[in-house]
């Protein structure tokens, strides 16, 4: 194997750090928050157990599919923007009445300190869906305190999300009161647009991000790992709807190989930005090189 390989097999099998990239005028970047677990046959259960043996390095030593938790930064000057918000300050064991092992959070905070970010400048939390992954420091109050962590920021969900909600009701009274609910193709940042994609949930919504002749689609959890990119009619188990879930991922994949498009996979592993790329093989995950070096970041 040469070096670039084997770092690719690695980067599969771990979470991801703090990762930027440059978007035309805009900085992108993963901002970590933890990580959980998935058993591979249980998350994807059109899998078969050939599969994983075929593709050993998508699995940590424990045969688990790693998955990271966190958000994404988008920064245009001094303005600021966050997709997702982790799972928060908590850790919970496997649940074998569901597929997950074990997921942790309380990252988030130190990542976007790290960004030179405080989370008082996020005017508004963007949210894929409202999975307990994505909502985390929206409703946990600041350490320490009793007060919300994003002190000014609006929370923006997908009207239809919003309509269906069905996460627990302690999220939801913490969240409600500063909900925005948002529409198809509406602008809610500049060259961030919401682009709903029902299927994961009821209201699941990606966010494209354009500038500078590139576009970045942050796709949220209509994947959750690199090896579907090839096998996009493999849906999780979690799919409101897996149909119409591997539908939307086959036009997904299709999209990503498009030129000058970065897909943004915040579950994917180590491996957060990529494209696709098409090889003898078919489709497939091609990491795009980001910046792991905070000391050479500077806003735009």
Do not use: C, K
């Given at each position: 194997?040469?070096?670039?390989?084997?770092?690719?097999?690695?980067?599969?099998?771990?979470?991801?750090?703090?990762?930027?990239?440059?978007?035309?005028?805009?900085?992108?970047?993963?901002?970590?928050?933890?990580?959980v677990r998935l058993p591979p046959r249980?998350?994807?259960?059109?899998?078969?157990?050939?599969?994983?043996?075929?593709?050993?390095?998508?699995?940590?030593?424990?045969?688990?599919?790693?998955?990271?938790?966190?958000?994404?930064?988008?920064?245009?000057?001094?303005?600021?923007?966050?997709?997702?918000?982790?799972?928060?300050?908590?850790?919970?064991?496997?649940?074998?009445?569901?597929?997950?092992?074990?997921?942790?959070?309380?990252?988030?905070?130190?990542?976007?300190?790290?960004?030179?970010?405080?989370?008082?400048?996020?005017?508004?939390?963007?949210?894929?869906?409202?999975?307990?992954?994505?909502?985390?420091?929206?409703?946990?109050?600041?350490?320490?305190?009793?007060?919300?962590?994003?002190?000014?920021?609006?929370?923006?969900?997908?009207?239809?999300?919003?309509?269906?909600?069905?996460?627990?009701?302690?999220?939801?009274?913490?969240?409600?009161?500063?909900?925005?609910?948002?529409?198809?193709?509406?602008?809610?940042?500049?060259?961030?647009?919401?682009?709903?994609?029902?299927?994961?949930?009821?209201?699941?919504?990606?966010?494209?991000?354009?500038?500078?002749?590139?576009?970045?689609?942050?796709?949220?959890?209509?994947?959750?790992?690199?090896?579907?990119?090839?096998?996009?009619?493999?849906?999780?188990?979690?799919?409101?709807?897996?149909?119409?879930?591997?539908?939307?991922?086959?036009?997904?994949?299709?999209?990503?190989?498009?030129?000058?498009?970065?897909?943004?996979?915040?579950?994917?592993?180590?491996?957060?930005?990529?494209?696709?790329?098409?090889?003898?093989?078919?489709?497939?995950?091609?990491?795009?090189?980001?910046?792991?070096?905070?000391?050479?970041?500077?806003?735009?």
């Amino acid at each position: 194997m040469t070096n670039s390989v084997v770092d690719q097999a690695e980067r599969l099998r771990r979470p991801a750090g703090i990762r930027s990239l440059p978007l035309g005028d805009m900085r992108v970047s993963y901002v970590p928050d933890g990580a959980v677990r998935l058993p591979p046959r249980g998350w994807l259960p059109d899998t078969t157990e050939e599969v994983w043996i075929t593709h050993p390095d998508y699995l940590d030593a424990s045969g688990h599919l790693v998955a990271s938790i966190g958000g994404l930064l988008v920064e245009h000057g001094d303005r600021a923007l966050l997709i997702d918000a982790g799972f928060g300050p908590q850790s919970l064991p496997p649940d074998p009445s569901t597929p997950r092992g074990d997921i942790h959070g309380g990252a988030l905070l130190e990542s976007l300190a790290e960004l030179g970010r405080g989370p008082e400048e996020i005017e508004a939390v963007a949210f894929t869906h409202l999975h307990s992954d994505h909502l985390g420091w929206a409703w946990h109050p600041a350490p320490g305190s009793d007060r919300p962590v994003f002190a000014h920021a609006d929370y923006l969900v997908s009207e239809s999300e919003w309509a269906e909600r069905d996460v627990m009701a302690e999220e939801v009274t913490a969240m409600a009161s500063r909900v925005r609910t948002v529409t198809e193709g509406e602008e809610i940042f500049p060259g961030v647009r919401v682009r709903i994609t029902a299927g994961h949930t009821a209201g699941h919504a990606e966010y494209v991000v354009t500038s500078g002749g590139q576009r970045l689609i942050a796709f949220g959890d209509a994947l959750h790992s690199p090896i579907q990119i090839d096998h996009p009619e493999w849906s999780a188990s979690v799919d409101h709807d897996p149909a119409r879930s591997a539908d939307h991922r086959r036009r997904l994949v299709a999209e990503l190989e498009e030129p000058g498009t970065i897909g943004f996979g915040v579950h994917f592993a180590d491996v957060v930005f990529g494209r696709v790329r098409r090889d003898g093989d078919g489709p497939a995950w091609r990491p795009v090189d980001a910046d792991a070096s905070p000391a050479a970041w500077h806003r735009p």
